[in-house]
């Protein structure tokens, strides 16, 4: 309660405090920031390489999070990489509820110093982000017309599009016209503007010897349990009943996770009578991503990973319950993916916060054979050979 109500105040007070102007450096350097996880960031690629291929003399900076830092370091993405840990996404408690505003005030006499000719808050409620700007002298802001983040904006966005990809790339084509340069305006759409991760012939190797050691064989099927958020996640035993089914039809199962997500795929291979491969832990990004890249089918939660697998081109499955396809569904040829959902909606749709239990009434109303029947059609589809 009194975190929320710091929160109230001093954004309250902060949007009355008038930005003060900054002589932008001669680089023309523009800032992006992007303070959420792996699927998130994922999403933000086709916005970031539409931005690169229409105007390459802009030097362009992105402000993210500890957890992501990987994500960004593909070669010509971007110029360079800044790390924050943003408040409200570091998945712990913040103990300190003035802790946030001193990060913000420091960070913003960082970007004084760098004088950036713009920024750009690519996510449409982060007013902590649009603050920093404005408390940084930041010419030029962009974002999204929300009621929270619009009074720290000189140029408040209203976007039309729904899928969190297209709103990237709707924000970054109002910024190029501000800044006067060509608008594109091609359909936003993935068969436009792809989600591509490229290949790593360093991680393919170790894939391969990883695929080597545990005897498996194409084809294989990964699976990847792990939801990020406890409102998101699936029975561990219809998991288990999920890849017995798959494995009864000849294909070999992978589960693929986090160090943390461990226990969880160990009570599923536990479950099972086909005895899947526990991979928790045991990839980097780049592995995790050649791996997913050799897969017949990616099936999962709505993920990181599973976004991931999209960006290679593998065909995927995804889980969906309280979190809504339209936004956070797969940005890629529609014949290659499936969204498995139920039709069941409560008050709390879209709400993933940590008091949510595993459990929710969404994700428990998908049934095994809903999941399968997706698996199979897409396996057997001409479309994804």
């Not at 700007?133 to 000189?154: E, I, M, N, S």
Request: aromatic share 6%; glycine share 8%.
């Amino acid at each position: 309660m009194t975190r929320d109500f710091v929160r109230r105040l001093v954004r309250r007070l902060g949007s009355t405090v008038p930005a003060l102007p900054l002589a932008p450096s001669t680089r023309r350097e523009v800032i992006l920031i992007r303070p959420d996880h792996l699927g998130d960031a994922l999403l933000t690629i086709p916005a970031l390489r539409a931005l690169r291929a229409t105007e390459h003399r802009l030097y362009l900076t992105l402000l993210v999070g500890p957890w992501t830092r990987e994500v960004f370091m593909l070669r010509g993405l971007v110029d360079e990489v800044l790390v924050a840990s943003f408040p409200g996404f570091r998945r712990e408690p913040t103990r300190n509820p003035f802790e946030p505003y001193r990060l913000l005030f420091r960070l913003a006499g960082s970007l004084r110093r760098r004088g950036p000719m713009a920024l750009v808050v690519l996510r449409d409620d982060h007013w902590w982000g649009a603050w920093l700007g404005a408390l940084a002298g930041v010419p030029v802001r962009v974002g999204a017309d929300h009621p929270a983040v619009r009074p720290f904006l000189t140029h408040p966005i209203p976007l039309q599009s729904q899928h969190v990809a297209a709103r990237n790339l709707e924000l970054v084509t109002a910024l190029l016209t501000v800044l006067g340069y060509t608008d594109d305006s091609r359909l936003l759409a993935p068969e436009a503007y792809p989600l591509v991760w490229p290949s790593d012939p360093v991680a393919a190797r170790a894939v391969r010897d990883i695929l080597e050691r545990h005897c498996v064989a194409a084809p294989y099927i990964v699976v990847h349990p792990g939801s990020g958020a406890a409102a998101k996640c699936w029975p561990a035993e219809r998991w288990a009943t999920l890849v017995d089914a798959l494995a009864a039809r000849g294909y070999q199962v992978l589960l693929t996770g986090s160090a943390s997500e461990h226990a969880l795929l160990a009570t599923i291979v536990a479950a099972t009578s086909s005895a899947p491969h526990n991979l928790a832990g045991q990839l980097s990004l780049p592995e995790l991503a050649e791996l997913l890249r050799r897969a017949a089918l990616v099936i999962g939660t709505d993920t990181g990973p599973l976004h991931l697998a999209v960006a290679v081109g593998s065909p995927t499955v995804h889980l969906f319950g309280p979190t809504r396809p339209e936004r956070f569904g797969p940005w890629g040829p529609r014949a290659r993916h499936r969204v498995v959902q139920a039709q069941l909606r409560c008050p709390r749709c879209g709400d993933i916060g940590p008091d949510r239990a595993c459990g929710t009434a969404c994700m428990m109303a998908i049934d095994v054979d809903d999941v399968l029947g997706a698996a199979l059609e897409l396996l057997e589809s001409r479309s994804i050979r």
